[in-house]
Structure formats: structure tokens, C-alpha cells
């Protein structure tokens, strides 16, 4: 079926450089994704969701990036501070409905002090 | 900020036995999930409920069952506890939206991680 997936398992970034995590969705519907952060011994958290009538959302340090034509999204963190440090999914609405979501298996980000 | 409570952070038993996970929302959410994380395989869906007494099986449903009695309450349950159900086991509620183009976010509890021995 259609998924979520993402280039880099393991992203280590220099303290307050930028961050990019890149995902790759295959399903060319999907109108609506959501990155996730998880810390360690945590559940995830809702950092940041985009629709597909935008290109470009910002929040606070942190913007997504959506290309409909290459079916690709970005999430940028600026400044990256080490409570940064965790593994980031992205996530979209699966086709069967219900509110339920396929989610991407995670890109780990280490943030080098 | 929408609170999703699991009863227990970490919990050990046997093989066999019933274990019964319990979650709770604080934001009269319509939906919940249960999801299992394991390394590698990332988040699965074992079972979702979109209304109180409603359930729907997810993509992993063997060996587990739900209830959910009350709409901010869902319980998993291991009918048989296996080795191979040992994992972390997070839950989630959303708001029901009966459109796609107005999808609500899922909000997370911080798990409860599960070993069977």
C-alpha cells in the first residue's frame, strides 16, 4: 500500500546549525501531513502540519516544506539546540478514513554540543 | 494541551497471563488508537475506536482486543500475553472530523513499555 518514508535514519548536527529532515510520500493524494517528535522514553508530539494547498508552513524555529511535485516534505529546525535531540516522523492521513495515520519510520537527530 | 494518561510506564509479566492497558484523554476526543513501536518497524496500528463501544481492527490485531466503555477511556487487552508482544505500546486520541480535508492531529501518551517473560 501507499507509505511514508524518509532518506536519512540518523541526522547528527553541529549546535546551532540548521537541521533538515527529509520524508518522501508515495500516495500523490495525500493533502495533509504531520511531522511528530519523539524524545527518549517519551510519546510523540505534534510539532507542525501542512495541507496541501501550501507550500510552506512556519512555526517557532521550525518550518515544513512541501513539493507536491516530487512528492517530498522537509521539516527545517533553525538554531539547533540540544533539547532538539530525538527521533522526528513524519505522518499522513491513511486512505480508509477514520482520522487514522501512516507514519514514516523516524530519522533520528543528534545534536552535537 | 490535550493530556493522554497511560496507567503504567513499565509493566512486567508472564507468558499466558491476561494484561489489560489502560488509557485515558482529557479532551472528549471521538477517536483513540492503540499503536506498538518497535525498533525498525516503527508505529503499527493495533486497534482504533471512533465512538464509545465502536472498534475497528487496525493493521496488527492478533492477540489483542479493546474495550471502551466510556468515550474517554480505551483499554487494550493481551487475551494470552506472548514473548513476541513484548514492545512499547502507545496510545492516542483525536478529534473526529468526518472529512479528510479537516484531519485532526493524534495526541500521544508516553507509552507504556511492556515485557513478557
Known amino acids: 500500500g501507499e507509505s511514508v518514508g524518509l532518506h536519512l535514519p540518523t541526522l547528527s548536527v553541529q549546535e546551532g546549525d540548521n537541521s533538515i529532515i527529509n520524508c518522501a510520500y508515495s500516495?500523490?493524494?495525500?493533502?495533509?501531513f504531520i511531522w511528530y517528535k519523539q524524545e527518549s522514553g517519551k510519546g510523540p508530539q505534534f510539532i507542525i502540519d501542512i495541507r496541501s494547498n501550501m507550500d510552506k508552513r512556519q512555526g517557532q524555529r521550525v518550518t515544513v516544506l512541501l513539493n507536491k511535485t516530487v512528492k517530498h516534505l522537509s521539516l527545517q529546525i533553525a538554531a539547533t539546540q540540544p533539547g532538539d535531540s530525538a527521533v522526528y516522523f513524519c505522518a499522513e492521513p491513511d486512505s480508509g478514513g477514520y482520522q487514522k495515520v501512516t507514519f514514516g519510520i523516524g530519522t533520528k537527530l543528534q545534536v552535537i554540543p | 494541551d490535550v493530556k493522554v494518561t497511560q496507567s503504567s510506564r513499565y509493566l512486567v509479566k508472564r507468558t499466558g497471563e491476561k494484561v489489560f492497558l489502560e488509557c485515558v484523554q482529557d479532551m472528549d476526543h471521538e477517536n483513540m488508537f492503540w499503536y506498538r513501536q518497535d525498533p525498525g518497524l516503527g508505529l503499527r496500528l493495533i486497534y482504533f475506536?471512533?465512538?464509545?463501544?465502536?472498534?475497528e481492527k487496525g493493521d496488527i490485531p492478533e492477540g489483542y482486543s479493546v474495550s471502551r466503555e466510556k468515550k474517554e477511556r480505551f483499554s487494550l487487552i493481551l487475551e494470552s500475553a506472548s514473548t513476541n508482544q513484548t514492545s512499547m505500546y502507545l496510545c492516542a486520541s483525536s478529534l473526529l472530523r468526518g472529512h479528510r480535508r479537516s484531519f485532526q492531529p493524534q495526541h500521544f501518551g508516553d507509552g507504556t513499555r511492556l515485557s513478557i517473560l
Open positions: 475506536s471512533y465512538d464509545v463501544k465502536m472498534k
Open positions: 500516495n500523490s493524494a495525500s493533502d495533509y
